[in-house]
């Protein structure tokens, strides 16, 4: 079935530093999406990428959609520790299913 | 507020019993989903569904079931309970039939022993 691997699992940056997590699809993708999940909290939604080789930014994130639509990333620059939380890469392959990678942990140091 | 409700927002519950967990989508959306998150664990899909019909099936146990009311709110039923149940239980709800941007509930954390 479609997997979607997601690394790093955890990634400690002290802040002002940048800090990137990637994300592939064992199968070629309809759209991507990104989430944030502070702790304790509920994905939120931060963005979708549909076409191939697209880039988006959001103030400093930045997320990108390789050009076989397999593979995604997204960049922080100069972290914040507001940026603490999990960050969620979810691939739809129009199959209904909306799965999403393990996640990459993200701390930042003070 | 992602204006989707979970209830009830803790439970704790015995081995071998069985619990249903109750989501209303925000209003006007038509798909539901059902996701588990364990203990540092990603979110596993579990089910989708669009206006009262199945639409998609993940890793589902045979032990749990869900279906979508008419007034599209949903519930999500776990039956024989084990201990590995113990999880947060999301669910979700998008405007689309395909996917595009889920609004999560806030979860039901359940925790057998």
């Known amino acids: 079935g479609q997997q979607v691997m997601q690394i790093p699992q955890y990634q400690h940056v002290q802040e002002g530093e940048d800090f990137t997590t990637y994300c592939n699809s064992s199968?070629?993708?309809?759209?991507i999406q990104w989430y944030k999940q502070r702790p304790g909290g509920h994905p939120v939604f931060l963005i979708q990428?549909?076409?191939?080789?697209e880039v988006k930014k959001q103030k400093r994130l930045t997320f990108q959609f390789g050009e076989a639509k397999k593979n995604s990333s997204l960049h922080i620059t100069a972290t914040q520790t507001t940026d603490v939380g999990t960050y969620f890469c979810?691939?739809?392959?129009?199959?209904?299913?909306?799965?999403f990678g393990q996640g990459t942990e993200l701390s930042v140091k003070p | 507020d992602s204006g989707v409700t979970q209830t009830p927002k803790h439970l704790i519950t015995a081995t071998g019993q069985r619990v249903t967990l109750r989501c209303s989508p925000r209003s006007g959306d038509l798909s539901v989903y059902w996701y588990q998150q364990s203990l540092d664990q990603g979110l596993q899909f579990l089910i989708q569904?669009?206006?009262?019909?199945?639409?998609a099936k993940g890793n589902i146990l045979e032990r749990f079931s869900a279906q979508q009311f008419p007034d599209l709110h949903s519930e999500l039923n776990l039956s024989s309970l084990e201990l590995g149940d113990s999880a947060l239980y999301f669910c979700a709800s998008s405007a689309r039939l395909n996917t595009g941007e889920l609004f999560f509930g806030e979860g039901s954390r359940l925790t057998v022993l």
């Open positions: 569904y669009y206006n009262g019909e199945e639409r």
């Open positions: 990428l549909v076409k191939s080789g």
């Open positions: 199968t070629t993708l309809s759209n």
């Open positions: 979810a691939g739809d392959n129009q199959g209904g299913k909306l799965i």
